[in-house]
């Protein structure tokens, strides 16, 4: 089986800073560790963060969506895709320490705009999939990963997959918090699948989405997260999908990041109903007009705030004063 995951951060961030993800995994925590892996099984999964020694930021800012290298064991993920608006946050020297940190650990990266694809036989069958983003980068003018193509790009990168007899799309896309996608991703998304792709993942929204089926082909449009610290109850719950090459059955999976910033596979009963396929599968098309749509991402963007500020609130005395200052002014800059 061929698994997809969505994103994954190994790092603190502005919330937890000196407590989250990337301080327990210094610590010896293994992010993966209640996710069970057959050695026959390849996993897929969207890494957002850097690693690196380097930083073009200073202070405490320097060490948010960043670890040192030697610190992430990887057990799980086979493949990383690194097209995302995170993977340049400390310039490009560290995202080219990252590139070659994460080869080290597992067996290919895929996304950069020098490689955007990746291919491999699995059951006897070859395999391309490409990394892509569509979100804003806002951290560098020129991205090193494959950021905002044209048609004639991504219609380009699927010819170069002509040989594979699975082609699948892995896409950074839509809307943080909204648990359906946009009109204009809903096009995007056939569009891709006219140009070639059989199959399409996709993730950023940081809550699921649900998932289609055009022309034959899935599109899922949000996994969710797989491994993230969220104060949001939403953003807790993701999903995996697993393909099978040889028969091209897809399942899925839900999973629950539990109370150890850990990834647990879970049975639907355990899921939210709203947050369940069968709701969110009815999502697709509603309010596809524009502003319908983003009056929604407000409203969901407001609360996604208040739960984010009452986990800053309640965690401040973890930091120093010198960070709980630096830390107020980002807070200010961004309303986060």
Same mark, same amino acid.
């Given at each position: 089986? =061929?698994?997809?995951?969505?994103?994954?951060? =190994?790092?603190?961030? =502005?919330?937890?800073?000196?407590?989250? $993800?990337? +301080?327990?995994?210094?610590?010896?925590?293994?992010?993966f560790l209640k996710i069970p892996k057959d050695s026959k099984d390849i996993w897929i999964g969207n890494f957002e963060g850097v690693i690196s020694e380097s930083s073009v930021k200073k202070g405490i800012f320097e060490k948010m969506m960043r670890i040192e290298p030697g610190y992430f064991k990887n057990g799980l993920i086979d493949f990383f895709g690194i097209a995302n608006n995170h993977v340049m946050e400390h310039g490009p020297v560290a995202y080219n320490e990252m590139i070659s940190q994460l080869r080290k650990i597992c067996q290919g990266v895929f996304g950069m705009y020098d490689k955007k694809s990746i291919t491999f036989l699995h059951d006897n069958k070859n395999i391309g999939v490409t990394g892509i983003s569509f979100r804003i980068e806002s951290h560098v003018q020129k991205p090193l990963y494959w950021n905002n193509p044209m048609d004639n790009e991504i219609k #380009?990168?699927? #010819?170069?997959? +002509?040989?594979?007899?699975i082609k699948i799309a892995y896409v950074h896309w839509g809307v943080e918090y909204v648990t359906y996608p946009s009109m204009d991703q809903r096009r995007l998304a056939h569009n891709m699948i006219d140009m070639g792709y059989d199959l399409i993942i996709g993730m950023h929204p940081h809550v699921l989405q649900g998932y289609e089926i055009y022309d034959g082909k899935y599109i899922f449009y949000s996994l969710g997260n797989f491994v993230f610290n969220y104060p949001w109850l939403l953003g807790t719950y993701g999903a995996v999908v697993a393909l099978n090459p040889v028969t091209m059955e897809?399942?899925?999976?839900? $999973?629950?990041?539990?109370?150890?910033?850990?990834? $647990?596979? =879970?049975? #639907?009963? #355990?899921?939210p109903d709203y947050l369940q396929f069968k709701h969110l599968n009815h999502m697709i098309g509603k309010d596809m007009d524009i502003e319908k749509y983003v009056s929604n991402h407000y409203r969901a963007l407001s609360k996604y705030r208040k739960c984010n500020r009452r986990y800053i609130a309640k965690n401040i005395f973890k930091h120093n004063i010198s960070d709980i200052?630096?830390?107020?002014?980002?807070?200010?800059?961004?309303k986060i």
């Open positions: 089986m =061929i698994y997809f995951t969505g994103d994954i951060n =190994i790092t603190d961030t =502005i919330r937890d800073f000196g407590f989250g $993800v990337g +301080s327990k995994i210094k610590e010896g925590y293994d992010p #380009e990168e699927v #010819e170069k997959l +002509s040989n594979c007899d897809l399942k899925y999976h839900y $999973v629950k990041i539990d109370n150890n910033l850990q990834p $647990v596979i =879970i049975n #639907e009963e #355990e899921v200052f630096n830390l107020g002014l980002d807070f200010i800059k961004r």
